[in-house]
């Protein structure tokens, strides 16, 4: 998914990430040549160690963040030419709203990666539910079906251009119709 849209080039770019965690693709997009990236994160908790992966890169005066549900907050934020959301879309129960709002605010590309619907990865994310809720360190998983995704995000002016596939995880790139 990254190196696809640094082929496709993401010079000048601003890049808007939902749940970008510790920053990993944001740098890399920023080291390619992206403007700006703001991080919306549910997380407080991945504040330091994202502000430090980007201060060590030299990157730290490019990044901002902004904490709550991007749902919610998406209203307040401004597009973006490259919306990316990483192991995102399982975590949200109401896939067509969060999917919507993200493609509302993509300029040119919108990033996922979610896991494929296949029943092998549905038994998975249950057990790993499981334990999760075991622990007491439960945030639910959701396999939300691919041609909902790809649909709800071609109501929002997108196409597909680009999937790639795991054994788990799929990654898409849909790009802004003109």
């Known amino acids: 998914m990254v190196g696809y849209l640094k082929a496709r080039g993401v010079e000048g770019a ?8 510790v ?18 994160e549910l997380s407080p908790g991945y504040e330091g160690p994202a502000r430090r992966l ?3 890169e030299g990157l730290g005066d490019r990044v901002s963040t902004r904490f709550g549900d991007f749902v919610e907050l998406s209203e307040e934020l401004d597009p973006a030419d490259v919306v990316v959301m990483n192991r995102v879309v399982c975590c949200y129960p109401w896939m067509e709203r969060l999917v919507a709002a993200a493609a509302a605010k993509t300029g040119s590309y919108l990033a996922m990666v979610f896991p ?8 998975g994310m249950r ?14 998983a959701y396999v939300h079906p691919v ?5 709800v995000a071609g109501k ?5 251009r680009h999937s790639d596939t795991g054994l788990i995880w799929q990654a898409e790139v849909f790009e802004r119709i003109a």
Do not use: M, T, Y
């Not at 057990?127 to 639910?140: K, Q």
């Not at 041609?147 to 649909?151: D, F, Q």
């Open 14 to 21: 601003d890049v808007l990430e939902v749940g970008g965690g």
């Open 116 to 123: 494929k619907d296949d029943w092998w990865v549905k038994l």
């Open 147 to 151: 041609a909902e995704i790809e649909s």
């Open 54 to 56: 980007a201060a060590d």
């Open 127 to 140: 057990v790993g539910d499981l334990f999760e809720s075991i622990r007491g360190d439960h945030v639910p």
């Open 23 to 40: 920053g990993a693709i944001q740098v890399e997009l920023l080291k390619a040549g992206a403007r700006q990236c703001l991080n919306v």
């Open 156 to 160: 929002g002016g997108l196409a597909l």
